[in-house]
C-alpha cells in the first residue's frame, strides 16, 4: 500500500476519526452494510443446502465455504458495531427488508421446496450464483485491501486470504458443467442467462458509490468493477449472454427487494425474534 | 456422533473359517494389540461385522446432520451461526471419512458408496435411533450437541483401540472434534438455562423429549431384550471393550450430576444411584419402540429420508455429469 505524505492524510484509523466527516461516514456506513448484507444472504442461503449437496465431499466443502463467508459478513457487522450502528446480532437479525442493502440475486431462493420439505434445489443455480458472486467479491475485496478506513482495509486483507480457495471451487464446477452432458450445459446456461438479468446490483455500489471512490473507501470505480467481473466471467463463460448486466428486481442497494429476502429473514431470525431480549 | 445400533432382526451371515492357521494368526496379532490393515486377510464375520458398524456409523453422520442442519439458519446470534455451521460440517466431514473407510472393506464385494446410499434409501442400512427423532426447539439443537454427542464420545472412546486400524485411526480424529461438539452443545445449554424461563422451559422440554432416546442410544443390555446382539463378536474381535449396559451407566454417572446441578429434572421418578449394586437404576425405555425406530418407523425417520432421497434424485444430472470425461482444469 502506497503511504506517500499525500496519501497519509486520507488514512483514518479508528470510528472516531470516521465520524469527523460526515459524508465520509456515511458511505462507510453504506459500503459496511453491503458487503455485510451480501455474505449473510449468500451465506444463508448457502446453510440451507447443507446435507443436500450433489456428494458429500462437495457437503463438506460447500458448508466450509459457508460458513467462513458468514465469518466474513461477522467481521463487517462487527465494524459497524464498532461505528456504533448497534450490536452486530441486531443489524443482522432485525432490519426490515428495506433497509438491508444486499444484492436482490443473492436473496432468491435456492429453487423449490424449503429447506426442511421437498427442498428440489438446483445445484446448477448454487453453481451459477457462488461463482458471479465470488468473481466479483474477488474484485471488490482487492479495492477495499487499500481502502483508506484501517480497520475496513485490514478485514480485506484476511478474507482474501480465504477467498481464492472459494472462488476456485466454483471456477471448477463452471467448468466440469458447462463441459458436460446436454443436460448439464442446458441446466447451467438456463441459470447463467437468468443471472445476466438479475445480477447487476450486486457490482454496484448503490446511491453512494461517488463518495465512496472520493474517499477512497474503495479504490475502484463501479464501472471499473463490471468491466473487470466482466473480463473474468468471459474466460469461464462458454456461451456469453447478449446484452448488459440487468436487475430485474431494482438494486438491492437502495433497499428493493423481493419477497424472497422477507422469506429469508424469517428464518434466519425465527428464533431471535422469539425473544429479542433473551441472551441465547 | 455416532452409535452401533443393535438391529436385532438383522441376518448374519453364517459363516465357517476354513483357514485355522490364518485365523490363529489373526487372532494372535489382535491379542497382541497389533492393527489390521484393509490389505490384511481377515476373517469373514470380522469384515462382515466391520463393514455393518462403519457404514451405519458413516450414515449416521450423514443422517445426523439433518436434525441439526434444520437449526442452522436458524441460529439466533452470528456466534451461534457460526458455531452450528461449524459443528455440523464437521459431522459430514466424519460421514466421508468413514464411509472411505468403509468403501476400502467392501471393495472385495464390489460394492460401493452408490450401493450404501441405495441401502439407506430403500431401508437396508440402518441409521441411529436419535435421528429419527424431532428437533422441535433451538433447545434441541443444543440437547444433540450436549447429550447425543456427549453420548457418542462415550461410545467411541471404547473404540479408540479398535483393532481394525483405518478405523480406529478415523476415531482418534473424530472423537477429538467430538469433544469440541460437545462443549458447543453445552454453552447453548448453559445459555437457556441460565436464561429466562422460557428458554429454561424449552430446555426441560427438550430434554424430556430425549431421555428414552438418550437411553436407547447405547442399545439393549443384551440379546434378550431385542432378539440378538453383536456385542459379543465385537468384544471378541478388540472392536470394542465395554458392553452396552457398561457404556450406558458410565454416561448416566458423567451427565446426570451435570443435568441436575443445571437444575432440571429427568422424567423418571424411580432413577437413582443405588451404592451397594454400584450402578444406576433407571426405568427401561420401550424397546419394542426402538425396534421400530431403527427400522425406519421412529417419528422422523420417513422425512429424513426423504430429504436424502430427494437430494439424490436431484442431483442425479450432477452425478452423470461428473461421471463423463474430466476436462482440463
Known sequence: MERGEEKMSNIIETPEQAKQDATYYQALRELLLQLADDDLLISFRGSEWLGLAPHIEEDVAYSSITQNTMGHAVMYYNLLEELGEGRADILAHDRQPDERRNGCYLEKRNGEGMYLEEPYYDWALAVVRNYFYETCKKIKLEAIANSSYQPLAHVARKVLMEHPYHLAHWKLWMKQLQSSTDEAKKRMQTRIDEAWVEFADVLELGNLATDMRKHRLVTISEEEIKDKWLDEVKTILVDLPEGPVGKKYGSGRNGEHTDDLKQALDILAEVYNSDKAAAW | MYNYVEDGDSKTTAYVEHDQEKYDAFMARIEAGEKIEADDWMPADYRQALIKLISMHGISEIMGALPEKEWVPKAPTLRRKLGIMAKVQDEMGHGQL???????????????????????????????????????????????????????????????????????????????????????????????????????????????????????????????????????????????KSTNEELRQAFLSKYLPRVFSLGLTIPDETIHYDEKEEKWIYKQPDWAEFKQIIRNKGPKSKERLRLREIAYENNRWVRQALAQEPVNV
Open chain 2, 98 to 240: 468413514l464411509l472411505r473407510v468403509a468403501e476400502d472393506l467392501m471393495k472385495p464385494f464390489g460394492k460401493t458408496r452408490e450401493n450404501l446410499m441405495e441401502d439407506l434409501l430403500n431401508g437396508d442400512l440402518k441409521f441411529h435411533n436419535v435421528f429419527h427423532m424431532p428437533t422441535k426447539t433451538w433447545a434441541d439443537a443444543g440437547m444433540v450437541g450436549w447429550l447425543v454427542d456427549g453420548a457418542a464420545i462415550m461410545s467411541q472412546t471404547n473404540m479408540l483401540d479398535a483393532s481394525y486400524g483405518p478405523y480406529q485411526r478415523a476415531l482418534q480424529r473424530i472423537c477429538q472434534e467430538e469433544v469440541f461438539h460437545a462443549q458447543h452443545g453445552e454453552s447453548i445449554i448453559m445459555a437457556l438455562a441460565e436464561g429466562n424461563e422460557y428458554q429454561r422451559s424449552i430446555l426441560q422440554e427438550s430434554l424430556n423429549r430425549w431421555w428414552p432416546a438418550l437411553l436407547m442410544f447405547f442399545g439393549p443390555a443384551s440379546a434378550e431384550t431385542t432378539g440378538s446382539s453383536k456385542q459379543d463378536i465385537m468384544i471378541k474381535y478388540k472392536i470394542r
